[in-house]
């Protein structure tokens, strides 16, 4: 069975500009969640997707949003960059079922902000 | 506010040693309880996931307990191996937030040959 998959491995954007990361689950996950990691601040959760609805959200500002396609398939977007941005964007999927919540993490997006 | 803290933050050992790391957490109700490595650069690798209900996993050379009580996890690596070098990571995640999971800092881990 295919793991996690995030595109794109590696980005660099300016300052102001905006950003799209996708991330597939794996095959019959519901459950996609997205985290950031910086060498400050460790692993810090974004938000979580459950059947398209936006189920759970971590502390950050409104200029990082998300979205979960009917295939699960998941995208998060970065609006107005700005160098603190710059970290390793990972997603996680998981069956989210009572009693298998195990999460499965992808490559991440490295992501720097020049 | 659920807060997890990992000591220590490195670990050097020489290869064939037994190691303990250790994770705390200050709100003891978590829903379940994941131990991963990292690779430099790379993604987590999930090593063992206990649930709340649970009280150890064993997987291979790695065994983790789960003290909710206390708020407390180790994982154990029975002989280290240069291989397992890494950085290993604890998460815990609370019931009707399953897909948030709160990280600890991670115990950087070098076994020597």
């Known amino acids: 069975k295919a793991g996690v998959t995030q595109t794109p491995r590696y980005l660099i954007k300016t300052r102001g500009q905006q950003v799209t990361l996708s991330c597939s689950p794996i095959?019959?996950?519901?459950?996609v969640s997205w985290y950031q990691q910086t060498p400050g601040q460790g692993l810090q959760f974004l938000f979580e997707?459950?059947?398209?609805?936006?189920?759970n959200k971590g502390n950050f500002p409104g200029r990082f949003s998300g979205r979960q396609f009917s295939n699960s398939r998941s995208e998060m977007n970065v609006s107005t960059l700005e160098l603190g941005d710059s970290a390793l964007y990972l997603c996680?999927?998981?069956?989210?079922?009572?009693?298998?919540?195990?999460?499965?993490f992808g490559p991440g997006t490295r992501l720097t902000v020049t | 506010k659920q807060e997890v803290t990992q000591i220590p933050a490195a670990l050097s050992v020489p290869e064939g040693e037994n190691l303990v790391l250790n994770c705390s957490f200050t709100?003891?109700?978590?829903?379940?309880l994941q131990w991963f490595r990292q690779d430099p650069g790379k993604g987590l690798t999930s090593l063992l996931l206990?649930?709340?209900?649970?009280r150890e996993q064993t997987s291979g050379r790695l065994n983790a307990s789960l003290d909710k009580s206390s708020g407390r996890s180790t994982l154990y690596i029975a002989a280290s191996q240069p291989g397992d070098s890494a950085t290993y990571l604890c998460?815990?995640?609370?019931?009707?937030?399953?897909?948030?999971?709160?990280f600890g800092k991670g115990t950087k881990l070098s076994v020597k040959p």
């Open positions: 996680a999927s998981s069956l989210a079922r009572a009693g298998v919540s195990e999460q499965y």
């Open positions: 095959s019959g996950h519901r459950s």
């Open positions: 997707y459950f059947s398209e609805t936006q189920r």
């Open positions: 709100d003891s109700a978590i829903y379940n």
């Open positions: 206990i649930q709340s209900s649970q």
């Open positions: 998460a815990v995640s609370s019931e009707g937030s399953q897909g948030n999971l709160i």
